[in-house]
């Protein structure tokens, strides 16, 4: 039989050649392409044809089955991003840097659904036994019916669980597993791959779930072939500055929940602890109102969480002048400075400018706009905010206001936490509590006269 042709494929992006190359094409990553093992080949020059397969057995949308009962671990930050507790028989993927805590999470997670009666099961490819029970014993955990194996062969992997039958099984690391079929490293991108679906294949086939690990590349993309992303039913990133307590577990992908749920935990010295009331957290560190902070009333998934937004603004001796942006998106930023400056002839040019969302909390929600304006703002003008005022919408690129969703939740979460202040754009369909002050403004301009004057 012909030999397949090879194939390489891109280790950052994913991108298929027909031909090495030092260069991808696609992501413009240097030396990142290997080549592709194949997989099993399928019947090579014969078409499907004329021969007949089996009819399909259709059903209808509306069926009589209950949906499938999920299991809660007990850890309600954890279960809340999942969507609710764990499905059975679904794939999950956990991405974080390196020492951000995915194994001591995953570790905590098992253990609490072993404790709850789930048959568990824990296989690290990273650490020894040892070093995992010492964690776990330091966790407080030693009790937890948890059963733990230290392998990275996926074939003896997938035997043991096929004997062992798990509820739930957590695979630390997936880049460490070596499918002895495939003749690659392990971590290469067809090594990640038919492992990842393997074991995929088998938590759908026997109803285990799995959590599989999984490392981030420098740019905080999960390292391998984007597939891995599709093949599984959540994707889960566990993120946090370094030098912050704080670690936030978010959603970006989940079949059975809605996605860019949030879950905030704090890193202590008995491991993982839950935040139940991250506002509360985040604002806790901030002092009395300074120039340059401006708090937003963001919602993260299905809850408000309040924010604070820093800004510094001062001259600068570059001839580009820096824009360093932490938490922000950058090109959101670039954005509000353009329309700062075309819009209401406040230029920030031979200015440096520095901004930072308080606590490690990373903002992406468009509603967060008018917070950070009015951060660069306040910096700039060197005038504080009220110390009561929270502030959300989003900005067009015409210096318009424009409403954002969940108004009436971000206004019930800021008085709950003390604020007696609010400043939203024009069109924002909700009504503040009894003792709070809403401002409905229509555009930046006047935003800008009413907080800092005529300018
Ligand atoms: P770890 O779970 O090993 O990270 P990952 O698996 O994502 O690489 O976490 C390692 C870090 O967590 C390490 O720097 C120490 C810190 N840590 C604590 O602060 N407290 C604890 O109780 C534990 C177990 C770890
Ligand atoms: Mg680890």
Redesign the pocket.
């Known amino acids: 039989m012909a030999k397949s042709p090879a194939s390489f494929s891109c280790s950052q992006c994913g991108a298929v050649h027909p031909k090495w190359a030092g260069r991808c094409d696609a992501c413009g990553g240097w030396n990142t392409l290997a080549e592709d093992a194949p997989l099993a080949t399928g019947p090579g020059s014969r078409t499907l044809g004329g021969a007949r397969g089996r009819r399909i057995a259709l059903s209808s949308l509306a069926t009589e089955e209950a949906p499938p009962p999920r299991a809660g671990s007990g850890m309600e930050e954890f279960d809340r991003v999942l969507g609710g507790g764990l499905v059975p028989a679904s794939a999950i993927l956990l991405a ?1 840097d ?7 999470l995953l570790l905590q997670v098992a253990a609490s659904f072993a404790r709850r009666g789930l048959g568990c099961l824990y296989i690290s490819g990273e650490e020894a036994p040892a070093q995992v029970r010492m ?1 776990a014993s ?2 407080g955990l030693s009790d937890a019916p948890l059963r733990l194996g230290a392998e990275t062969s996926l074939r003896d992997i997938l035997t043991t669980l096929d004997a062992e039958r798990p509820d739930l099984a957590v695979i630390d690391s997936i880049q460490t597993l070596w499918a002895d079929m495939v003749d690659a490293a392990p971590g290469s991108v067809s090594q990640v791959r038919s492992a990842c679906h393997e074991l995929v294949s088998f938590a759908k086939k026997r109803g285990t779930s799995v959590i599989l690990v999984g490392h981030v590349t420098k740019e905080g993309q999960i390292a391998g072939p984007r597939v891995v992303e599709h093949m599984v039913d959540t994707v889960l990133y566990f993120e946090g500055e370094r030098g912050h307590q704080f670690r936030i577990l978010r959603a970006v992908k989940n079949r059975f929940g809605p996605a860019d749920e949030i879950g905030v935990f704090e ?5 993982l602890a839950e935040v139940p009331n991250p506002s509360a957290l985040f604002l806790s560190e901030r002092g009395q109102s300074a120039p340059g902070s401006a708090v937003f009333a963001g919602i993260e998934g299905s809850r408000p969480v309040l924010t604070e937004i820093q800004a510094l603004v001062a001259p600068s001796t570059l001839a580009t002048p820096r824009r360093t942006v932490v938490g922000l998106d950058p090109g959101r930023v670039s954005t509000i400075l353009a329309v700062l400056e075309s819009r209401c002839a406040i230029p920030f040019t031979g200015l440096d400018v520095f901004l930072n969302v308080a606590g490690g909390m990373r903002v992406i929600e468009p509603a967060a706009d008018l917070a950070l304006a009015a951060a660069l703002l306040s910096a700039r003008e060197d005038v504080a905010l009220p110390a009561d005022m929270v502030i959300f919408g989003e900005i067009s690129l015409s210096g318009a206001l424009r409403p954002v969703g969940q108004a009436e939740n971000r206004l019930k979460e800021a008085q709950k936490l003390g604020f007696s202040q609010a400043v939203a754009p024009e069109r924002t369909k909700a009504e503040p509590g009894e003792g709070m002050r809403l401002r409905k403004l229509p555009d930046l301009v006047t935003f800008v006269g009413e907080m800092f004057g005529a300018g």
Request: charged fraction near 20%; hydrophobic fraction near 25%; avoid cysteine.
């Open positions: 974080g390196p020492g951000i805590g995915k194994s001591t964690r330091r966790l890193m202590t010295g008995a491991g």
